[in-house]
T-cell receptor, first 112, second 117 residues
């Protein structure tokens, strides 16, 4: 069942600006992951944050997790046109065999 | 490492025919694979969990007789859409749990775009 809800659904920014996407979920989790999908293609794993972590960085990506609010955010700094894609959060639970439940996604457009 | 290959990338078929999609883990053994479906501009919906050597576990609302899943080896899972109809047209993506030590992370195939005429 669909668990994550991202906002905004669509985001349009200019190169160099920061992009922030938010994700909320409903049940307990083992970890939360962010994926990127270019149009009509497979998914690329961006970052995984565990339930006992609050913040994680990877290059220009910064992810936060607030388990008390059941929410996460993905920040892309100094965005580039190549960052244009859809971004999905996904939650994972051990008792589901680590199957991922995906949110609805945020469509990011970065214009030069 | 941890590459998942999915074939075909796209397929067009006539209504009533069956289509088989393959998902292979190229450089690791995948005891568990997952099949997702994605309609245009929507999110990925989990269809089923495939475990090597056992029957697949289907999500509620997914017809197991229509979407046949076979996971006969540690590197190959197949999804067969039987008697396909236009409403089955969708983007199908497989994924595999990572190798030992990376099991929390899923590695995705590049997807198969199915168009049923």
């Amino acid at each position: 069942s669909q668990q994550g809800e991202e906002d905004p659904q669509a985001l349009s920014i200019q190169e160099g600006e920061n992009a922030t996407m938010n994700c909320s979920y409903k049940t307990s989790i083992n970890n939360l992951q962010w994926y990127r999908q270019n149009s009509g293609r497979g998914l690329v794993h961006l970052i995984l944050i565990r339930s006992n972590e609050r913040e994680k960085h990877s290059g220009r990506l910064r992810v936060t997790l607030d388990t008390s609010k059941k929410s996460s955010s993905l920040l892309i700094t100094a965005s580039r046109a190549a960052d244009t894609a859809s971004y999905f959060c996904a939650t994972s639970k051990l008792d589901s065999g680590y199957a991922l439940n995906f949110g609805k996604g945020t469509s990011l457009l970065v214009t030069p | 490492g941890a590459v998942v290959s999915q074939h075909p990338s796209w397929v067009i078929c006539k209504s009533g025919t069956s289509v088989k999609i393959e998902c292979r883990s190229l450089d690791f053994q995948a005891t568990t694979m997952f099949w997702y479906r994605q309609f245009p501009k929507q999110s990925l919906m989990l269809m089923a969990t495939s475990n090597e050597g056992s029957k697949a576990t289907y999500e509620q609302g997914v017809e197991k007789d229509k979407f046949l899943i076979n996971h006969a080896s540690l590197t190959l899972s197949t999804l067969t859409v039987t008697s396909a109809h236009p409403e089955d047209s969708s983007f199908y993506i497989c994924s595999a749990r990572g190798p030992t030590g990376r099991g929390e992370k899923l590695f995705f195939g590049s997807g198969t775009q199915l168009s049923v005429l």
